[in-house]
């Protein structure tokens, strides 16, 4: 009984531990870990990673996956630039033009995403491959868009979501604060979000019981694509610059960060208790070796055994939950 009281508060509480762990480890090489600052620095580093885990956490529990986000990131930065110098060679000052052009990223945005949903829920194509190919479609076009060089066409005032504060606060951790909040209630307290967790569980059940799956999987994928545009004006802000390169490198660490957190890649499980966990713990790792010095590439030995870590933990749980069911 001891044993089985063990085993599932580690279970329970295991990130929560490592944290504190490479937090007492990291202060007793450099105190400033510590600080004010420096948390806030951490709050900071994955306030663009935790606005798009909002969108991967849904996706996954809907039981599908999206790669192309992060190509959406780098296009919403060449819209919004190339966007705003189109419009301003019109005769529009330069906060409309953002401000249309902002409009545009997110219909783009809306496009891709009933183009995922089609693919996927329609003609039960692959998600990763058609997600994929969507990811190709957006960088070429950023890349066309632009001829391959970074914009910097952007108004002074863009800077405030990437780079002004409130106190010692930035604005950019206040609007993922936000996401957090809202995803949190629409996947706890909405049927919108209940029905999610139910097409993720089993997506034929949830049909014949008169569940419209398809709109469901077309909603998910279109809220994807918002939540990539959002971190693209949080990422073109902090640069004042935009290219289509930007935000490829995002992708696996943001799913990495929603699955260290509970998210299973089967659909029906995972929440946004857990993902900003895993944000959180994935961010204390990169600060904490960024502290001591270390490199790099110690940083995705550190990610691989912890992803394969959490995947285990998790398969742990559901074969355990199956067999008390049994």
């Known amino acids: 009984m001891k044993n089985e009281k063990l085993s599932l508060f580690l279970r329970k509480y295991i990130l929560y531990i490592i944290m504190i762990v490479i937090g007492a480890a990291t202060t007793c090489v450099n105190a400033r870990f510590l600080s004010i600052n420096n948390f806030v620095n951490i709050l900071r580093s994955v306030s663009i990673q935790g606005v798009l885990a909002c969108g991967v956490t849904m996706i996954l529990v809907s039981g599908n996956i999206d790669l192309s986000f992060g190509s959406m990131i780098g296009l919403t930065g060449v819209i919004i630039g190339y966007g ?70 952007f108004p002074s005032w863009f800077t405030f979501f990437g780079k002004d504060r409130i106190g010692i606060i930035p604005y950019s951790v206040l609007i993922v604060l936000v996401f957090f909040a809202v995803f949190y209630v629409i996947l706890n307290k909405t049927k919108f979000g209940r029905t999610i967790y139910a097409v993720g569980g089993n997506a034929e059940a949830s049909r014949l019981s008169g569940i419209d799956t398809k709109k469901y999987i077309f909603s998910v994928y279109v809220i994807m694509q918002w939540c990539a545009v959002v971190a693209g004006i949080i990422m073109s802000s902090q640069l004042m610059q935009g290219s289509h390169s930007y935000g490829g490198s995002v992708t696996f660490n943001v799913i990495a960060a929603v699955i260290i957190g509970g998210c299973g890649m089967s659909g029906g499980t995972g929440n946004m208790k857990g ?48 067999a008390t069911d049994k």
């Not at 204390?284 to 010095?293: D, H, W």
């Open 84 to 153: 705003g110098k189109f419009f301003q060679t019109l005769g529009m000052s330069p906060t409309p033009a953002c401000i249309i052009s902002i409009l545009i990223a997110f219909a783009v945005a809306t496009v891709i995403g009933l183009i995922n949903g089609y693919f996927v829920s329609k003609w039960k194509m692959p998600a990763m491959m058609v997600t994929v190919a969507t990811q190709f479609l957006m960088t070429g076009l950023g890349g066309i868009i632009s001829g391959g060089y970074p914009t910097n066409e």
């Open 275 to 322: 993902t900003i966990t895993g944000l959180i713990l994935l961010g204390i790792i990169q600060n904490s070796l960024t502290i001591i010095n270390a490199s790099e590439y110690t940083q995705y030995v550190v990610r691989a055994f912890l992803i394969i870590f959490s995947i285990w933990l998790t398969t742990v749980q559901e074969l355990r939950a199956n």
